[in-house]
Nanobody, 117 residues
Framework: QVQLVESGGGLVQAGGSLRLSCAAS????????MGWYRQTPGKQRELVAT???????NYADSVKGRFTISRDNAKNTVYLQMNSLKPEDTAVYYC???????????WGQGTQVTVSS
């Protein structure tokens, strides 16, 4: 079993920055994809950014150039640096860990990010 613990959410004004962290613990396959998704009420959860253990990244078009994902494989931790935040970035952000070509996928409890205009 894998546990994901997120931190770093909060309230920020438009144009500001936040950094999210997610630490994974438990039985973690070395080959995995860690990332961030977000969800607002009444909408489906959407991808924000992901990063493989070999550092390949994928970003949603809406955050390219503003958000940066990184990870520390030694600490099993993934980060999301969010700059130039907009009110439409307001959502609950969820950490995700997935093991490719297996059914194993895990989610964090979510952390609220609120961007005021």
């Amino acid at each position: 079993q894998v546990q994901l613990v997120e931190s770093g959410g909060g309230l920020v004004q438009a144009g500001g920055s936040l950094r999210l962290s997610c630490a994974a613990s438990g039985s973690i396959f070395s080959r995995n994809v860690m990332g961030w998704y977000r969800q607002t009420p009444g909408k489906q959860r959407e991808l924000v950014a992901t990063m493989t253990n070999s550092a390949s990244t994928n970003y949603a078009d809406s955050v390219k150039g503003r958000f940066t994902i990184s990870r520390d494989n030694a600490k099993n931790t993934v980060y999301l640096q969010m700059n130039s935040l907009k009110p439409e970035d307001t959502a609950v952000y969820y950490c995700n860990l997935a093991v490719p070509i297996t059914p194993y996928e895990y989610w964090g409890q979510g952390t609220q990010v609120t961007v005021s205009s």
